[in-house]
Nanobody, 126 residues
């Protein structure tokens, strides 16, 4: 499966963005999908994940209540709605996919994945 992330941009603190992760080559419904981010000079960080059927979601504590991950398997796309953005959310965001077990790997703090797309840059100004 190939993944294409989009939707990043420049936004003021308190604003919103919606990132999209579009899949091609296979049905995204076959995969758990996670969002990760990496800020300059920092390690990659898990942000959110959604299980294959969309019933279960996980978030890093710093985005709970502000970010929502969802999926539209009919459109072969997973979304990350980001509200109340803060300057510390500034990073390169990318989506990754893996089999069912990867949802639990990400939930436990693991950073492995089977597939990943290129990043989309999110910049939040203060």
């Amino acid at each position: 499966v190939q993944l294409q992330a989009s939707g990043g941009g420049l936004v003021q603190a308190g604003g919103s963005l919606r990132l999209s992760c579009a899949a091609s080559g296979d049905a995204i419904s076959n995969y758990a999908v996670g969002w990760f981010r990496q800020a300059p000079g920092k390690e990659r960080e898990f942000v959110a994940a959604v299980e294959r059927n969309g019933d279960s979601r996980r978030y890093v504590d710093s985005v709970k209540g502000r970010f929502t991950v969802s999926r539209d398997n009919a459109k072969n796309t997973v979304y990350l709605q980001m509200n109340s953005l803060k300057p510390e959310d500034t990073a390169d965001y990318y989506c990754a996919a893996g089999g069912r077990s990867y949802f639990y790997i990400w939930s436990a703090g693991g950073g492995q994945y089977e597939y990943r797309g290129q990043g989309t840059l999110v910049t939040v100004s203060s």
